[in-house]
């Protein structure tokens, strides 16, 4: 089973703790040795990165691990192969451009039948079903509205899809256009909001503290979501299965 990571900020933020925590599951203290990516949103424009070799030994995802890229949205996925090659092309997260905006997705979970769903105008390049999904969800946005709506009609229709996606299998799913985060849990997902008073957070796969107060501001509120708690002296929020969740700018704005 592969495993996400999100992030949703009030003000750029990096996010090297939680990836590098993260990272070390992809073939170290986790079996997810098939490829990972990353999605770092920079106002309108979207940095992605991706390699088909295991986090835990990649040079490029060490690099980022030490890079602290300001964003306030990012999505980030580690894979274990179930459908689709080990291959560039199959790793996550993937992006198309939607109303003028990229959006990004990554998926957890198994959903091969989803691949008799018709597509319309997304095609796949890769050969996996958490692709084939994210063309057919977007495809269906495209269809049912000329411009983006409001986040409680997307929100609506999201959860719709989501659902029909569930019956299928297993779909954990981070979607982002830079500006809302949509998280939505069929089985495991998890989420942590830090503001002020700050304090020390430690990782449970690698031996790596961090104080939060030397890092941040009194105004900073900052969220992230994952798979499985990444730190082992916090409380982390469980989403229940069927549960979407949206955050904007770090603050949860619907449940």
């Known amino acids: 089973m592969c495993e996400l990571l999100g992030m949703s900020a009030n003000v750029p933020t990096d996010i090297c703790f939680s990836f590098s925590g993260l990272m070390r599951r992809g073939g170290d203290t986790g079996p997810h040795s098939d490829g990972w990516g990353i999605a770092f949103y920079e106002g309108r424009g979207c940095r992605v990165f991706h390699d088909s070799a295991a986090s835990a030994q990649s040079r490029l995802a060490d690099l980022l691990g030490k890079w602290p890229i300001k964003s306030t949205t990012v999505i980030s996925h580690i894979r274990q192969a179930n459908v689709g090659a080990v291959s560039l092309e199959n790793t996550q997260p993937y992006q198309r451009e939607l109303w003028g905006r990229p959006w990004t997705m990554a998926h957890n979970g198994q959903i091969p039948d989803v691949m008799k769903w018709q597509t319309d105008y997304y095609q796949p390049i890769g050969s996996s079903d958490s692709e084939h999904a994210f063309c057919y969800l977007l495809s269906e946005l495209r269809k049912s509205f000329p411009s983006r709506p409001n986040d409680q009609d997307l929100a609506y229709f999201l959860r719709t899809h989501f659902e029909s996606f569930s019956a299928l299998g297993v779909c954990n799913v981070l979607l982002s256009d830079g500006d809302t985060m949509f998280a939505y849990c069929s089985t495991k ?45 916090e409380v982390w929020e469980k989403m229940e299965p069927g549960q979407l969740q949206l955050f904007h700018l770090g603050e949860v704005i619907t449940g």
Do not use: M
Request: glycine share 4%; net charge negative.
């Open 189 to 233: 997902l998890h989420w942590i909001t830090r503001r002020a008073p700050f304090g020390k957070a430690s990782l449970q796969d690698q031996d790596l503290t961090v104080d939060f107060g030397t890092e941040t501001t009194p105004k900073d509120v900052v969220t992230v979501i994952a798979t499985q708690p990444l730190t082992n002296n």
